[in-house]
């Protein structure tokens, strides 16, 4: 008997089927904008990785030496997967590039509430365009998919920010200032102790009363952005405070503005994010970590070699937003779903195989018998199944060159004439068969 592997998980087809809705929902909503599905691969040089985030995040991988002596690692995210394959082919590519992607990633870490070493995300992003309405576009994908699953505005909400105007805010302190390590302090502040908190802000260059200013700000409403640009008195903040009030404006005209939530306390943990920063967070507090996260990330084709282009994008994760659709009780039923079941009494095997082919030909899930059951076993496991319908294809019916028709909700039964069934309907049941 093996064991699962610590932090992966198995799905059996009841729930993988709820999920796989979910799934074609988010993606679903991603094509209708006009974002373009990729394929994308589950190894790269880990150097890539070390690179962007120091060797330092190689621990937190699957990063190994494979047989050709290549360093190379499960794929932990995609950005700088679909970063590279921008770069390669830049110059043929239209602008704005707008991909969509779902597949499985792997980070060796603690697994924990919403988090696996193995899990499953979409990633949506746009390549070309530093336009406002590109990031209120994102924020529209990811407001439409939840909406598209049964969530309100009750559900959830989105926590926007903007990374210049916390970088510009701790430049206006007259202390020589780790900005990298103090944007990872406020991305670790509802989830560490608030001693710890500013301590990491101290750490970072900040002194008590500097920490605590700067925490202070981080409260400014979004009515008040203004008092930010006076504090910091920069051309950068300025122009940070501008950017995120044209994106918040722009989610106006794109439907979404009444999920939109000023949080200067977002900051989003990677290094990359160059811009506007946002989470989706369970309004209701019940699942404790962001339900998922994006924002812009504009350097970053420049730093893998390509020419200056800017970006943006989300990527919501399977693991917190099941939670989330789970909370709300909109999360897909978790059961089978057949619309025949063919069964057959006696020696049928061929029209019985007929009549499912020509029920899958109209688009129909169909099962049939295939280990020589009883009429009874057949009946139960079509049961099992959830069948709708069990067409039954026996000796005598044929005879009279009849199949029987069974609802199996209400029990019912006719006799069709196999001449007529399934017919032109592209669903044929019971009922359009009684007198």
């Avoid at 990633?105 to 919403?114: S, T």
């Avoid at 794109?254 to 989706?280: K, P, Q």
């Avoid at 989300?314 to 909109?330: D, I």
């Avoid at 020696?347 to 082919?357: H, K, L, N, P």
Wanted: charged share 25%; hydrophobic share 35%; net charge negative.
């Amino acid at each position: 008997m093996y064991d699962r592997i610590k932090g992966f998980r198995d799905f059996y087809p009841r729930e993988m089927q709820s999920r796989q809705q979910v799934i074609e929902t988010v993606e679903s909503t991603a094509r209708g904008y006009g974002f373009r599905p990729i394929g994308t691969p589950a190894l790269e040089q880990a150097k890539m990785y070390a690179d962007k985030s120091g060797e330092e995040i190689l621990d937190e991988l699957y990063a190994f030496e494979d047989r050709g002596g290549r360093e190379v690692a499960l794929t932990p995210e995609l950005t700088p997967t679909v970063a590279r394959m921008v770069v390669a082919r830049q110059q043929e590519l239209s602008k704005p590039i707008k991909w969509v992607s779902t597949r499985p990633f792997w980070r060796y870490e603690e697994p924990q509430q919403g988090r696996f070493r193995e899990f499953y995300q979409t990633n949506v992003d746009i390549f070309g365009t530093s336009d406002p309405a590109a990031d209120a576009e994102i924020l529209a994908v990811a407001g439409d998919a939840l909406s598209n699953l049964g969530l309100t505005g009750e559900d959830f909400e989105f926590h926007v920010s903007h990374r210049d105007i916390l970088g510009g805010l701790l430049e206006g302190f007259d202390a020589d200032v780790d900005t990298t390590a103090a944007i990872r302090a406020v991305d670790k502040r509802a989830k560490v102790d608030r001693d710890e908190y500013f301590e990491l802000l101290e750490s970072a260059g900040l002194s008590d009363s500097q920490a605590a200013e700067f925490d202070d700000l981080l409260g400014t409403p979004e009515a008040d952005l203004d008092d930010l640009v006076a504090f910091a008195g920069t051309d950068r903040v300025a122009a940070a405070v501008a950017n995120l009030q044209a994106v918040l404006a722009a989610t106006e005209s794109f439907g979404v503005r009444e999920y939109c939530t000023l949080s200067l306390t977002t900051a989003r943990g990677l290094d990359y994010y160059t811009g506007t920063v946002f989470e989706c967070f369970d309004s209701t507090g019940e699942v404790s970590r962001a339900v998922f996260g994006g924002g812009r990330y504009d350097d970053l084709i420049e730093g893998f070699g390509g020419q200056p282009t800017p970006a943006v994008g989300f990527a919501p994760g399977y693991a917190t937003l099941s939670l989330l659709c789970q909370r709300a009780g909109v999360w897909p039923e978790e059961t089978l779903q057949t619309d025949y079941y063919v069964l057959q009494v006696g020696d049928t095997q061929s029209v019985a195989a007929t009549v499912a082919r020509e029920l899958r030909e109209r688009g129909h899930v169909v099962e049939s018998d295939v280990s020589g059951r009883s009429f009874g076993a057949q009946l139960e496991y079509a049961d099992s199944i959830n069948a709708e319908t069990v067409v039954i294809v026996g000796e005598r019916d044929l005879e009279n060159g009849e199949v029987t028709l069974r609802d199996m909700e209400s029990g019912e039964q006719t006799q069709v004439a196999i001449d007529e069934f399934p017919g032109a309907n592209t669903r044929p049941t019971v009922a359009n068969f009684e007198n």
